[in-house]
């Protein structure tokens, strides 16, 4: 198994990125032989991938960070780097690796001083592996302060420093920093490469996995947990017989406050599940004795911990009631394709009869009308608006039609 594996519908861009790979392995070679370095490389110091949400823009970029780190001795014998088994590669893809440093939107923004430290490790050259590597995973979320500190580091980079920056399109990064990098676009997978996935690396059966990959219309990690996560399938159910439930006022605000919830409870439990254990570890690098007090002095870094962790919670329930609203839109386009007398790619088959029984009941311009209405809640979202006016809003405008 090699990096790119996990590629799901992207050969073309595994392909660009293998290439770019073996020129780097060339540039490293040559430079530790003291030969001549290769006059021409498909190898550059910044790239932009962009693409779809679930295209696997990150898994991309991590796959590529683990080519360049491969230290796999068929290199030598004119191997690809890239194995998938060594320890460059192992320890670049699963996060532990000293020479890629990732950079992930713990909130809304990526604020300029959670990237202070990692533009400065930029400038040094690599500890053990064979590239300083900075992956941005959300670049489209650095504000204007860390967006100027990337650029900077981005003109003038180390001579063995890459910057791999993640973004849904080009519009969402700066001008001044795209120019830059040079750019990779990944296109949604198709719906049965998503499913082979899942049947090959899941175990997932078959049917289980198409059903899947057609409802999240080829969004990799959504048919995964779709797939595999009981729990998943219930909420996204529920979240396809809402449409069914507005008929009056008190119940689009229930209906609401019920998608809130839901969204707050996934958030809780992923709290309970980091927040705990990133405290203890803070502590005893620390030195606080086991349940015994902290250090005098070290207040102030427990406290910016809280902060980190409050944001990542607010984010976390944002991004639950966006795959929630992403399960709306699926619908109603489904009513409309059956409305307009389409079944060809209906992607929530298994909720044919509600869709059937929504399309007989409005027009398709009062379809188009509520698609609206969730697309403005996603955009009420991601100005900060409350959650539970953002959402009663957009349950009422449902119920209007």
Same mark, same amino acid.
């Given at each position: ?49 962009? /693409? ?42 699963? /996060? ?36 300083? &590597? &900075? ?60 499913? /082979? ?55 689009? !605000? ?73 399960? !709306? ?73």
């Amino acid at each position: 198994m090699t990096v790119w594996d996990d590629l799901v519908g992207q050969e073309k861009v595994a392909e660009l990125l293998d290439g770019a790979a073996r020129d780097a392995d060339a540039l490293v070679t040559a430079a530790a032989a003291d030969t001549p370095v290769p006059e021409t490389s498909r190898m550059t110091h910044a790239w932009l991938f962009t /693409g779809p949400p679930g295209a696997g823009r990150n898994q991309a970029a991590r796959a590529f960070a683990a080519a360049l780190q491969c230290v796999s001795p068929d290199r030598a014998l004119g191997g690809a780097p890239g194995c998938g088994f060594c320890d460059g590669c192992h320890t670049a893809l699963v /996060g532990t690796h000293a020479d890629v440093t990732t950079v992930a939107a713990v909130g809304a923004e990526i604020l300029v001083k959670d990237m202070r430290d990692t533009v400065r490790k930029s400038f040094t050259a690599p500890a053990n592996g064979r590239w300083q &590597i &900075i992956l941005v995973e959300d670049a489209e979320r650095l504000n204007e302060k860390s967006a100027n500190a990337v650029l900077k580091a981005v003109e003038e980079p180390a001579p063995r420093t890459v910057w791999l920056l993640c973004a849904p399109s080009l519009e969402d990064v700066l001008p001044t920093i795209r120019s830059r990098c040079r750019h990779l676009t990944l296109r949604t997978p198709a719906v049965d490469a998503v499913a /082979g996935m899942l049947v090959r690396r899941e175990g997932v059966e078959p049917d289980v996995a198409v059903a899947a990959a057609r409802a999240t219309q080829g969004h990799v990690d959504r048919a995964r947990r779709l797939a595999t996560d009981p729990a998943a399938r219930e909420r996204r159910a529920a979240v396809l017989q809402l449409p069914l439930r507005l008929d009056e006022v008190g119940a689009c !605000l229930k209906a609401a406050q019920e998608l809130v919830d839901a969204a707050a409870e996934d958030a809780k439990q992923l709290a309970e599940e980091m927040d705990g254990k990133e405290t203890e570890e803070l502590k005893a690098a620390l030195g606080a004795p086991q349940g015994g007090r902290l250090p005098r002095g070290t207040a102030g870094v427990m406290k910016d911990l809280e902060e980190m962790q409050k944001r990542r919670r607010t984010r976390t329930q944002r991004d639950s009631l966006d795959v929630a609203l992403g399960d !709306l839109t699926a619908f109603y386009r489904d009513v409309l394709a059956l409305q307009l007398g389409s079944r060809v790619a209906i992607a929530n088959a298994d909720a044919e009869d509600t869709l059937e029984r929504i399309a007989r009941g409005s027009s398709p311009e009062a379809t188009l009308r509520r698609i609206e209405a969730i697309a403005a809640c996603r955009e009420a979202l991601d100005r900060n608006v409350a959650p539970l006016l953002a959402v009663e809003a957009m349950t009422m405008a449902l119920r209007a039609g």
